[in-house]
């Protein structure tokens, strides 16, 4: 029955682990949220072939909130290439959408006024 429900709902205890993770992402800093979303865009486009990536948005929010209590700019946590920033964080997978790492960066870029 458990099995069942599960395919019909969808994991709840996955669920609640992302709606936590979601609240810790919208406590940061304007500028970590803004590139959270658009890195969140990214992997969702299929920036990164990953088929699960909750660990990898796991990582990327301890990483934001250490950076933000050191009182860092996002752009001193990611670097300039956001892309290759996503690419690290699963473990150095290329993605096979090179357009959207491009337009990931651009976005940033131009949002952070760079």
Do not use: C
């Not at 920036?47 to 250490?66: C, H, I, R, Y």
């Amino acid at each position: 029955m458990n099995n069942f429900l599960n395919k019909i709902i969808g994991d709840l205890e996955g669920k609640k682990e992302w709606k936590a993770l979601e609240t810790r992402a919208k406590a940061l800093p304007e500028e970590y949220q803004m590139v959270y979303g658009e890195i969140k865009h990214y992997v969702w486009q299929g920036g990164t072939g990953v088929m699960d990536p909750s660990n990898m948005f796991k990582k990327l929010v301890d990483l934001f909130e250490e950076g933000a209590k050191s009182g860092k700019h996002v752009s001193e946590v990611t670097g300039d290439n956001i892309a290759a920033f996503v690419d690290s964080l699963v473990h150095d997978q290329k993605t096979y959408t090179d357009g959207l790492r491009e337009k990931l960066n651009n976005t940033v870029a131009k949002k952070l006024g760079k």
